[in-house]
Structures are given as C-alpha cells and as structure tokens.
C-alpha cells in the first residue's frame, strides 16, 4: 500500500502565519518586524509572511518592509510578501525571495486576465484574502493559488468564507486554504493592557491562526510548495491540536491536498489530532462533502482519532472541521475565547478531479 500521511522521507509539520503587519503598514502600532519575529520564536513557528499594505506607499515595499535591517536578518524563512491593496479587495502577494511587486500593485486594477499573465511571470503565489468582509475578495478565484479561509483569532466572521470556499471546490476547482492572523498591533512598551489596542494584541497575534504544511523540508521553496499542494490544514494558535485528513482506498492512502481516482468501493477516511490536543477530550469533527455536511463524528480520548466510511458520488471532495475547548495560549491569553469552540479546518481530499481543469 502506498503511503504518504505524517513523516514520510524528509516530509515535516511546520507552523506558521501567512498574514501579519509589521510597522510598516499604516494602521499597525507596535509591532517592528523584530517584534514579531520574537513572538513567533516564544511561539516556536517555523516560517512567516509579513504582508504590509502597499497603497500608503504606492506599492514601494521593496524601500520599506524588505529594506528593513531587521526583516533581513530573520531567522525564519521570511517570504518576500505584501498585502495587494485594492478597490475590489485584498491578495497576499508571496515571493521566496524579492520580486517586483510595484508592477503588481500599478496593474492592480487591470483586468483579471492580465493580473494573472503579469504574476505568472513573476513567479509569484497569489492568495486570497478575508472572502467575505468589508475587503472582500473581488477578484476571478481562477488567479488565486490559495485562499484564506481563516482570517484573525475571531472565528464567527469567517463563516461565511467557507460557503464562498465550498462553492468554488464543488465547481471542480482545487484550490488549497491556509490561515493568517492578520496581526496588526504590539503590546505598548509601558504595558497599558487597558488600551484598545493592547486587548487587541492579546486577542489576535502571531500565530492566530496557525497553518500547517506537510512540507519536504525546512525552507521556504518546500513550505510553499506544501501550501500550493493542499498539504495544510489550520489550527486556532499555535498550541492548539493539529489536524491531519487521510483517506484509504482498496490500494493506496491519500492525504489533504491530493487528488485520487475515483474508487470502484468505499473509502475509509480518518481525522487525526495530535501536537496539543487537552487529554481525555473527546473532539466533535464536522465532515463536509461536497458542500454539504455528511456526517458528525467524536475523536477518540486516547488516540485522538475519529474515522468513517464512504463511497465518493463521481467528482467528490471530503474535508474537516473539530469543534471542543480551546488549548490555552499564554502568549496570547484572549485568543481563546475569540476562537470559541472553532479548534482546527483541514484542507480537502478530492476524488475524480480533472486536473487540467
């Protein structure tokens, strides 16, 4: 039997946060890239992407985010990214190292099919940001790499994305979700903790939410490569339980993020928790085909796994969502609570997908 779930070779679960604001965008305070580069290191996550907005500095964040001593001294791989700022929305923008995103942003109201020709040629991700929200994505998800599908430690408002996400993986496309924190704010150096923004600091931070990627090794080429592939599923904190989705077939064991034949019988699919799943929980899973809810299900206390079978209608994809009490976060003690019973969202497995479509 063919098997590529958990380690396999050099594959490894890294964290990390996909959408954060360091000083250099405007309406952040407190939050140099130093800052949040020591956050994350408390946190122990293993990658970043500082997306600051571009239109306050008319897309020039080559002369600012990235010319900062500090985002060049990281000790995480720290992808080259910046936050498209649009009238029909928000893209993150992610280089594995430095590209010319100023073209970016002087096309940003151009066709779709012309935005996409240009950062085909960059060489760059384009992913989609907040789905339904006051920015809302206005673009063709057909330029989109990614989306995200869990915006900021406050869970309610992201609902709605996932109708938004569902619709475009039933309409046949594959198309991989991650998290971002979208983190603005530091705590004040004199440590006012009943300043707006300092409850806000201790509510969303780096980290809320977290994103995982099954990636083939430790550097930025291969945790991209990992979130392109749909090898990610996203967690409330960095403390909170990881989700991994597998599916067995007659002869062979797919993961998140894979596209298998359609079998000619049943499929076992299981939902497993590990990292920092509360002992002697019982975690209630959420399984989702094809836009609808098929089935709800509980972990298992000890194992942490909760499994069922199906028969794939045609083109069908299963992902996941687990519900139960939050694991607590000290370095941001509100998230929690923001968070409410919202643990983990895995990404999906399809089965019968064309391709090339």
């Known amino acids: 039997m063919t098997q590529s779930n958990g380690k396999s070779g050099t594959q490894t679960w890294l964290r990390g946060d996909w959408h954060i604001h360091s000083r250099h965008s405007n309406d952040s305070s407190h939050h140099s890239v130093a800052t949040i580069l020591a956050k994350a290191q408390r946190l122990e996550l293993d990658y970043l992407a500082i997306t600051d907005h571009d239109v306050h500095v008319g897309g020039a964040v080559a002369d600012h985010t990235w010319a900062d001593p500090e985002f060049a001294a990281s000790p995480l791989p720290l992808f080259h990214g910046a936050e498209l700022t ?5 893209i993150n923008i992610y280089g594995l190292d430095a590209y010319d995103h100023q073209r970016i942003f002087d096309a940003r109201n151009a066709r779709d099919w012309d935005l996409l020709a240009l950062t085909r040629s960059l060489g760059v991700h384009v992913s989609a940001n907040h789905l339904v929200t ?5 673009f063709s998800f057909d330029i989109a790499h990614s989306v995200e599908i869990w915006n900021g430690a406050v869970w309610p408002r992201n609902i709605p994305g996932l109708r938004v996400w569902d619709d475009q993986l039933l309409s046949g496309r594959i198309l991989p979700a991650r998290g971002g924190s979208d983190a603005h704010h530091g705590l004040p150096p004199q440590g006012d903790i009943n300043a707006e ?14 994103t995982w990627v099954l990636a083939e090794g430790r550097d930025k080429r291969a945790i991209l490569a990992a979130l392109e592939a749909g090898r990610a599923s996203v967690s409330a904190n960095p403390c909170a339980p990881r989700a991994e989705f597998e599916a067995e077939t007659e002869n062979a064991l797919h993961i998140m993020g894979q596209n298998a034949p359609r079998p000619r019988g049943p499929v076992r699919l299981t939902l497993r928790l590990s990292e920092g799943r509360l002992p002697g929980v019982r975690y209630r899973v959420r399984i989702i085909k094809n836009r609808n809810e098929l089935c709800l299900l509980w972990t298992d206390p000890e194992t942490g796994l909760a499994s069922f079978t199906d028969t794939p209608d045609g083109q069908t994809y299963y992902r996941a969502e687990v519900e139960g009490p939050q694991t607590p976060c000290p370095e941001v003690p509100l998230s929690m609570t923001a968070s ?6 895995t990404n999906p497995i399809y089965f019968g997908y064309d391709p090339s479509f």
């Open 86 to 90: 649009a009238p029909r929305g928000h």
């Open 340 to 345: 409410g019973h919202m643990v983990a969202l």
């Open 134 to 138: 006051k920015n809302h994505f206005g």
């Open 197 to 210: 923004r300092s409850l806000e600091a201790m509510t969303n931070a780096v980290g809320t939410p977290t």
